[in-house]
């Protein structure tokens, strides 16, 4: 598709569960990006990764929550043991340094944690 | 520490009014500044940027120029629209000259426009 797409668009889980949600960049994009938008924190900055380099984690707010990009295209968030305040909706970006490095952000994934 | 720091909303206005909305940041070096703009029931959008102090950066009539001696990005337009509802979002990212790395992202301010 012609911009980034992520899946799913809702989700609701059960305190406790683990999830993914899954985030494909444009194609062609070396950089991706996680955020996180909620009520409380508003625009959240999590992870991001550039190229082959180790990504940037400090975003992170506990170690129930890890990401991998595979083959430097999709990028899978995984929370680990919900918890209610994980509720949120999470926004997933790319862009290419060839294009200035502007970001293009997903539709985003409303996960509600009950 | 780096921050975004944008004038509380909400903000509401009558069609063909002046919009100001302030931005200002903390930071270290010299970094880029945007202006995201998300409308009802869609995804963040880039509205203009400015990657260099004294830079000006415009959109849909929207312009904000980056204020070195300030540390500010203001948001203005002369004459705002319904269609300009939505909510705005500072932001800036680490490295000045580029669009590149991390956003730090202000709270974000609702604009409702009435007719």
């Known amino acids: 598709g012609a911009g980034v797409s992520q899946s799913p668009s809702n989700k609701v889980t059960e305190k406790g569960k683990d999830v993914e949600l899954r985030c494909d960049p444009i194609s062609g994009h070396t950089a991706l990006y996680w955020y996180r938008q909620s009520l409380g924190q508003g625009l959240e900055f999590l992870i991001y990764?550039?190229?082959?380099?180790?990504?940037?984690k400090s975003g992170l707010p506990s170690d129930r929550f890890s990401a991998e990009r595979t083959g430097g295209s999709v990028s899978t968030l995984t929370i680990q043991r919900t918890q209610q305040e994980d509720s949120a909706v999470y926004l997933c970006?790319?862009?290419?340094?060839?294009?200035?490095?502007?970001?293009?952000f997903g539709p985003g994934t409303r996960l509600t944690v009950l | 520490g780096n921050s975004v720091t944008q004038m509380e909303g909400p903000v509401t206005l009558s069609e063909e009014a002046f919009l100001t909305i302030n931005c200002t940041y903390t930071?270290?070096?010299?970094?880029?500044l945007f202006w995201y703009v998300q409308y009802p029931g869609e995804g963040l959008q880039l509205l203009l940027k400015a990657t260099k102090a004294d830079d000006k950066g415009s959109n849909k009539g929207f312009e904000a120029t980056y204020r070195k001696e300030t540390t500010s990005f203001h948001l203005e337009k002369g004459s705002v629209q319904v269609s300009d509802s939505a909510v705005y979002f500072c932001a800036r990212t680490n490295a000045g000259g580029t669009s590149y790395g991390k956003l730090t992202f202000g709270q974000g301010t609702i604009l409702t426009v009435h007719p």
């Open positions: 970006a790319s862009s290419s340094l060839a294009g200035g490095g502007e970001q293009f």
């Open positions: 990764f550039q190229g082959n380099s180790a990504p940037d």
């Open positions: 930071a270290t070096g010299y970094p880029s």
